[in-house]
């Protein structure tokens, strides 16, 4: 079992920076991929970045590239999201998760989710 507890989230304007926390706790967190999924109010829950078990392999999805960055620190047991100039289409509760193996864009592959941390940038 892994627990994760997600952190970070606020309101802020549209061109500010957010840096979500995922903390880890339970089964040796560096054996798990690890991803962001968002979901935004009347919308399905979206992938929005991942990274394999050892931080050298990272996937993210069209709407944020070059304006997110996944990280993770195994020796804190934490994964990250950078998110770089915001835009208001962010808005949503962004949910990290782990799965054991590689790293995958589909949600119903990932076996622990966290809580969601709620993510609002106004225009």
């Known amino acids: 079992q892994v627990q994760l507890v997600g952190s970070g989230g606020g309101l802020v304007q549209a061109g500010s920076s957010l840096r979500l926390s995922c903390a880890a706790s339970?089964?040796?967190?560096?054996?798990?991929?690890m991803a962001w999924f968002r979901q935004a109010p009347g919308k399905e829950r979206e992938f929005v970045a991942a990274?394999?078990?050892?931080?050298?392999?990272?996937y993210y999805a069209d709407s944020v590239k070059g304006r997110f960055t996944i990280s993770r620190d195994n020796a804190k047991n934490t994964v990250y999201l950078q998110m770089n100039s915001l835009k208001p289409e962010d808005t949503a509760v962004y949910y990290c998760?782990?799965?054991?193996?590689?790293?995958?864009?589909?949600?119903?592959?990932?076996?622990?989710w966290g809580q969601g941390t709620q993510v609002t940038v106004s225009s």
């Open positions: 998760a782990a799965r054991d193996g590689s790293y995958s864009i589909t949600r119903r592959e990932y076996d622990y």
């Open positions: 339970g089964r040796t967190f560096s054996i798990y991929s």
């Open positions: 990274i394999n078990w050892n931080g050298r392999g990272t």
